[in-house]
């Protein structure tokens, strides 16, 4: 195999995910970012792993799978942050077998989940506790050799060599991709009072509502929102009011949870994923909600491209 020189625009998930697997092939890789963890949209992820907001179906299930099949991997050996977690997707309505099971080795469905709720769809899922896995993976990165900096790139012509192109929303500017769009979401950070399981309720998605609950080592992630072209990063109180009181409605157990902090995130979507060789950049952004989920996948791709 030739060794090619890699560089890496991007330091979320998307692009120190890829920096992995290039390193473990052996090239050489250095990664920028205009921001580093924890200022980067990644590290808000609630972070379940769930295909969500993220397109096409066909190539979204192949990712997905792959890196279901990883982070399996990577909690049985001990990475930071990622935990096999059982939970559950639940519908007011019967649906059809959701387009995602394909991607999952066991699922079950579950007649009236919760109260109110016609069924659900049971699996053990890996959650990903971002404020601990990212420094993981950083840390996996400059272990392999890679190096990451700070730096604000104007253009990918600054490079030669090979270049993959995993910006998150910055593909706006950065390659001027129009077709990208702010999909703003808004959580809350409860106490963790004993939950181990994850719920999701998207029966309200086209009113732009998502309710879930994802419980961590320390805390819970609840959300959320679904604001389509939505830019403001901060933190709306009638909203974090909402949100609670849905996530209590659903999850009577964090009735006494002490709200521990909010945050906001832009997620980075695009009417589908953007993967693919356009001479020597490799781009791979637009991942909407799913850039855990999609992550391992993706960056095996970027890593058969290069
Ligand atoms: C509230 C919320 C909950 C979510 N929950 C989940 C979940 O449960 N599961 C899941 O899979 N996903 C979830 N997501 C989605 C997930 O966070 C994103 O899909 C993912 O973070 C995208 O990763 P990324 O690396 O592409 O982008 P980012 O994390 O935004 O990283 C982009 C990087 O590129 C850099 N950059 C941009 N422009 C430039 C430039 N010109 N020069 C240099 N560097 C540049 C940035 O500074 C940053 O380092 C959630 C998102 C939100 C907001």
Redesign the pocket.
């Known amino acids: 195999m030739r060794v090619a020189e890699v560089t890496i625009?991007?330091?979320?998930?998307?692009?120190l995910s890829c920096a992995v697997r290039l390193l473990e092939a052996g090239h050489d890789v250095r990664v920028?970012?205009?921001?580093?963890p924890p200022?980067?949209?990644?590290?808000?992820?609630?972070?379940?792993?769930?295909p969500?907001l993220a397109e096409p179906r066909d190539r979204v299930t192949g990712w997905s799978a792959a890196a279901l099949t990883e982070f399996t991997r990577l909690a049985g050996s001990g990475a930071d942050g990622v935990a096999m977690t059982p939970g559950t997707e639940i519908f007011r309505e019967p649906v059809d077998e959701p387009w995602w099971t394909s991607a999952v080795p066991e699922v079950r469905r579950v007649d009236e989940p919760r109260p109110g709720y016609a069924e659900g769809w049971s699996f053990v899922s890996p959650v990903i506790e971002m404020p601990v896995y990212l420094p993981w993976l950083l840390g996996r990165v400059r272990e392999l050799g890679g190096t990451v900096e700070q730096?604000?790139?104007?253009s990918l012509t600054e490079f030669g060599g090979t270049v993959v192109n995993?910006?998150?929303?910055?593909a706006r500017?950065?390659v001027g991709d129009a077709a990208m769009e702010p999909v703003?979401?808004?959580?809350v950070y409860l106490e963790q009072v004993g939950l181990d399981r994850w719920w999701i309720d998207d029966s309200a998605i086209e009113l732009g509502v998502t309710t879930?609950v994802?419980p961590r080592s320390r805390d819970i992630v609840v959300?959320?929102t679904e604001d389509h072209g939505a830019e403001d990063l901060a933190v709306d109180p009638a909203t974090a009011d909402a949100i609670l009181e849905r996530a209590r409605a659903l999850v009577p157990e964090l009735a006494g949870a002490r709200v521990l902090g909010h945050?906001?995130?832009?997620?980075?979507a695009r009417p589908t994923v953007r993967l693919e060789r356009e001479g020597d950049v490799i781009h791979c952004?637009g991942?909407?909600?799913?850039?855990?989920?999609?992550s391992w996948g993706c960056a095996d791709e970027v890593a058969a491209l290069v």
Not at 9 to 15: I, R
Not at 151 to 154: C, F, K, S
Not at 166 to 170: K, N, Q, T
Not at 287 to 294: Q, R
């Open positions: 625009v991007g330091a979320g998930v998307v692009g920028y970012g205009r921001e580093l200022h980067v949209t990644s590290a808000v992820a609630a972070a379940v792993w769930y969500y730096r604000d790139v104007r995993a910006p998150g929303l910055g500017e950065l703003r979401g808004q959580v879930y994802v959300g959320g945050n906001v995130g832009l997620r980075p952004y991942h909407g909600g799913a850039g855990v989920t999609l």
